[in-house]
Each structure stands twice: as structure tokens, then as C-alpha cells.
């Protein structure tokens, strides 16, 4: 991994190490996967994860490290969940999350946002605690919502993107900074494909009894 880390390219006088590029690649590829519900989603997002636990932890950004091995365990489960989740006619099975489910949601997020900032402060391994965390915990929020097939995982992709692209320019990762700018674009193309695909899936469960 120290070599992926020490070599790279150099692009408009930054340079990017191919522990940077390939994993970045590998994590917008998922995003592309994840519009199209194909269970190749997490195969590719555990490939991107390690090669981005290196490239923080050598930043000294412990929130967006400890990130990737958190979401390299939720990606086994979304890669189970999906399996086992599947719709007869538009693949995964996809659906737009209760109110209660959202609530959870949003509580997770600012929860979690604030216990783990604190850690992250206490144990200084973060410079940016609070944008860390935020980035942290709303990775994870989404990779599980993303696994219970939300739509609503998009948004939190937004929120998430955000605050990732100002502390992506301010830790120098160039590279990074414009894949999560890029995120932001497909992200709301995902959106609208998933919702338009969870009204069809329901609107066919709904006429499947009269049928």
C-alpha cells in the first residue's frame, strides 16, 4: 500500500497518489452501480474502502478513515440485504422511507455528529472534528439506509457531499474534492431514478390483489 500512496500522477501541478485516484474512481463507480440497483454496488465500494483508509489515515483525517472501515462492514450487509431484497421486475426492491424511519434517520445523524466529534477532539485525530464526523456518521447513515433500499439515502448523500468538498480543498486533496463536486450531480440523478422506480414498484404492488 506505500507504494500506491508515494506514487501517482500530477495533474495542474497537484499531485495524486494512486491510492487517491483509483479509490475515488472505484467510490464514484459505486454511484453510477447504485442508480442501476446491480448488486455490483458492493463488490466495488469494498475495493474503494480500502484503498481510502490508507489515503486519510496518511492525511491525518481519522473521521474519513474510520468511515471506510465502518462502511466496509455495512457493505458486506448491503451486499446480503440486496441479495435478498429483490423485486421480479425493476431489480432491487426500493421504497421511500416512513416517518418514523426518517426521524431515525435525522436523530442518527445529529447524534451522532456530536459524540463522534467529541471523540474524534478528544482523541486529536481529527484538525476539522465537527466536518469529520458530520462526513463520518452521514457516510454511515446512507450506506444503511442505501442497504434497506431508502430513497431518502440520496439526500443524505447531498448533505454529506456538502461539507466533503470545502474539507477535501482544505486537507489538499484536490482529486477527491472534485469526485465529491461530481457525487453531488449523480447523486441527484440517483434521486429522481430511485423515487420514480419506488412509485412504480408501488403502484405495482398496489394493483397486484386487483390483478
Not at 447523486?187 to 422506480?197: D, F, L, T, Y
Request: net charge positive; aromatic share 14%; charged share 10%.
Amino acid at each position: 500500500m506505500h507504494i500506491l500512496l508515494t506514487t501517482g500522477l500530477t495533474v495542474f501541478g497537484q499531485f495524486i497518489s494512486w491510492a487517491e485516484f483509483v479509490g475515488q474512481i472505484c467510490a464514484l463507480a459505486v454511484v453510477l452501480l447504485a442508480q442501476r440497483r446491480t448488486l455490483w454496488t458492493w463488490p466495488v465500494q469494498i475495493a474503494a474502502t480500502i484503498l481510502l483508509v490508507a489515503v486519510y489515515t496518511s492525511a491525518h483525517l481519522g473521521g474519513l478513515a474510520a468511515r471506510n472501515v465502518v462502511i466496509l462492514l455495512i457493505s458486506v450487509y448491503g451486499w446480503w440485504a440486496w441479495q435478498h431484497n429483490k423485486d421480479a421486475v425493476y431489480g432491487i426492491a426500493v421504497r421511500k422511507a416512513t416517518w418514523p424511519e426518517r426521524g431515525l434517520l435525522a436523530g442518527a445523524l445529529m447524534v451522532g455528529t456530536g459524540l463522534f466529534a467529541w471523540l474524534l477532539s478528544a482523541l486529536h485525530a481529527s484538525w476539522a472534528p465537527l466536518p469529520d464526523a458530520w462526513i463520518f456518521v452521514g457516510t454511515v447513515v446512507a450506506f444503511f439506509a442505501q442497504g434497506r433500499g431508502l430513497v431518502e439515502f440520496w439526500l443524505v448523500w447531498l448533505l454529506v457531499d456538502a461539507v466533503g468538498v470545502p474539507l477535501q480543498i482544505q486537507s489538499h486533496l484536490w482529486f477527491s474534492a472534485a469526485v465529491y463536486a461530481v457525487f453531488a450531480v449523480l447523486v441527484i440523478i440517483g434521486w429522481v431514478s430511485w423515487a420514480r422506480s419506488a412509485r412504480l414498484q408501488r403502484e405495482q404492488r398496489q394493483l397486484a390483489p386487483a390483478s
